[in-house]
């Protein structure tokens, strides 16, 4: 089992900036692949980024590509999302989850999650 719990959100304007972090206790952090979701309600949970168990390699949704950049601290067992420009669209419950294979990108692949942190931006 690993348990994550992500922190980080809040309230921000257009054009402004948030860092998430998921921190992850249980089995060895090291072991897995990382992703962070998002859920508007009524909505498919959608795919944000995902880095490798290394933090070799990383891939993004199209929409965050060039904004938001993922990150890892395997001494510290954390996961990080920044999030820079932005914009009324990016406003969701933000998941972090973990998953023992690289490359994936849908919620079905993913094995761990956590509870979630909201980020909403104001325009």
């Known amino acids: 089992q690993v348990q994550l719990v992500e922190s980080g959100g809040g309230l921000v304007q257009t054009g402004g900036s948030l860092k998430l972090s998921c921190a992850a206790s249980?089995?060895?952090?090291?072991?897995?692949?990382m992703g962070w979701f998002r859920q508007n309600p009524g909505k498919e949970r959608e795919f944000v980024a995902a880095?490798?168990?290394?933090?070799?390699?990383?891939y993004y949704a199209d929409s965050v590509k060039g904004r938001f950049t993922i990150a890892r601290d395997n001494a510290k067992n954390t996961v990080y999302l920044q999030m820079n420009s932005l914009k009324a669209e990016d406003t969701a419950v933000y998941y972090c989850?973990?998953?023992?294979?690289?490359?994936?990108?849908?919620?079905?692949?993913?094995?761990?999650w956590g509870q979630g942190t909201q980020v909403t931006v104001s325009s």
């Open positions: 880095i490798s168990d290394s933090g070799g390699r990383s």
């Open positions: 249980g089995r060895p952090f090291s072991m897995y692949t």
């Open positions: 989850a973990a998953d023992r294979s690289f490359g994936n990108s849908h919620e079905r692949e993913y094995d761990y």
